[in-house]
């Protein structure tokens, strides 16, 4: 591992910046959806998005918020 983050360093960051970014959109999924707000569709919507830069993932998430608020 120390290896890989000698010639890769930028690596871990964008791993932590995914990861913030993940924990943020479930919060506000959370707090927008309240009784609403289901883990396993959140979790589907956020894998079948792939490998997306980050603001991608937001727009996604965001889709996803205002559909279920419409169910």
């Known amino acids: 591992e120390v290896d ?3 010639s890769w360093p930028g690596q ?3 791993y932590k910046l995914g990861e913030i970014a993940i924990v943020r959109l479930r919060a506000q999924a959370e707090k927008e959806l309240g009784d609403k707000f289901d883990i ?3 979790h589907d919507t956020l894998l079948k998005q792939g490998s ?3 603001p991608v993932l937001e727009q996604q998430i965001q ?3 205002a559909e ?3 169910a």
């Open 4 to 6: 890989r983050y000698i």
């Open 12 to 14: 871990a960051l964008s």
């Open 40 to 42: 396993k569709g959140f």
């Open 52 to 54: 997306v830069p980050l």
């Open 63 to 65: 889709a996803y918020i």
């Open 68 to 70: 279920r608020k419409k």
